[in-house]
């Protein structure tokens, strides 16, 4: 009888150290997700589970129960050793609401994995398809498949995408910008001050009213109020990422619902651990690629 005590005692505690290893490695170091569409494709395919590392950016601790509920959450970034870098293929939770895309909020169960095009303090635009970046000469994103975008017509893309572009939504009318013909878009870095006018507040006010939990409003004569109070300028707390698939024709990205918080970012996507189609056959060559 001792001797089963003793090796049930032995199971209990090696048990919970290997549950304690686990949660831990998801927590600081790698979690697993499931890639389910096509957005991505060739870098990622349907099928495929990705490894992604949490270190460049830092580890994010948060209430979990709390972001159940929907309710708003904190959160708490370790230092992280490199960053985000441009072209970089990162996981995070989607931003907005849907049918909405213009208020923020945080759910953790919900999750996209895009290529990060822009990064903070970057002006981007989109020109006949193509990403650019004020001063950056090399290339954004997957040009190809930019390309496939550039030779559609405007009538295919609106039969394909009736939903507006960035910053349009039901509420009021955008700027103008069309999938093709995107930008400039100055895309926001924390201590960066902005003037507060009517393209500002177009571009900004759901990621003003995330950061500070309170209405940014604007008259009819381009006046913008926060709250109660009056503001020419407002000073960003946060950084902000331009994410995008890299299958142009078929990512519903930032172009069409804005901006991704740092608080939102999980991690950068290490490699493919595994892959399989849609038959349930192992994608062999898949397995443990690297992800560029």
Request: aromatic letters at 14%.
């Amino acid at each position: 009888m001792r001797r089963w005590l003793d090796i049930l005692v032995n199971l209990v505690f090696y048990g919970s150290i290997a549950v304690a290893g686990y949660l831990l490695l998801q927590v600081f170091l790698l979690v697993s997700f499931k890639v389910p569409t096509n957005s991505m494709t060739p870098a990622l395919l349907p099928g495929d589970f990705i490894l992604v590392e949490k270190l460049s950016m830092g580890p994010r601790l948060f209430n979990v129960s709390k972001s159940l509920r929907r309710e708003d959450v904190e959160v708490y970034r370790l230092p992280g050793l490199r960053g985000i870098r441009r072209n970089d293929v990162v996981v995070f939770n989607f931003p907005y609401e849907y049918d909405r895309w213009d208020s923020v909020r945080f759910h953790v169960m919900q999750y996209y994995t895009k290529r990060c095009i822009g990064l903070p303090g970057d002006t981007l635009s989109i020109r006949n398809g193509l990403y650019q970046i004020a001063g950056e000469k090399g290339e954004i994103g997957k040009r190809t498949q930019q390309m496939e975008l550039a030779l559609l017509s405007d009538s295919i893309l609106f039969e394909r995408y009736p939903d507006p572009v960035y910053p349009e939504s039901s509420a009021y009318r955008g700027l103008g910008w069309t999938l093709k013909e995107f930008g400039p878009l100055p895309i926001p870095k924390r201590g960066q001050t902005v003037r507060m006018d009517s393209t500002a507040w177009m571009l900004y006010h759901q990621l003003v009213e995330w950061e500070q939990k309170s209405r940014l409003m604007i008259d009819d004569e381009g006046a913008v109020r926060l709250g109660d109070e009056h503001i020419e300028t407002y000073t960003f707390t946060h950084d902000y990422y331009f994410m995008a698939g890299d299958n142009a024709v078929s990512s519903i990205d930032s172009r069409f619902w804005g901006l991704v918080p740092d608080d939102y970012i999980v991690g950068r996507v290490w490699r493919i651990w595994y892959s399989e189609d849609r038959q349930g056959s192992v994608r062999w060559k898949r397995i443990m690629k690297k992800v560029e």
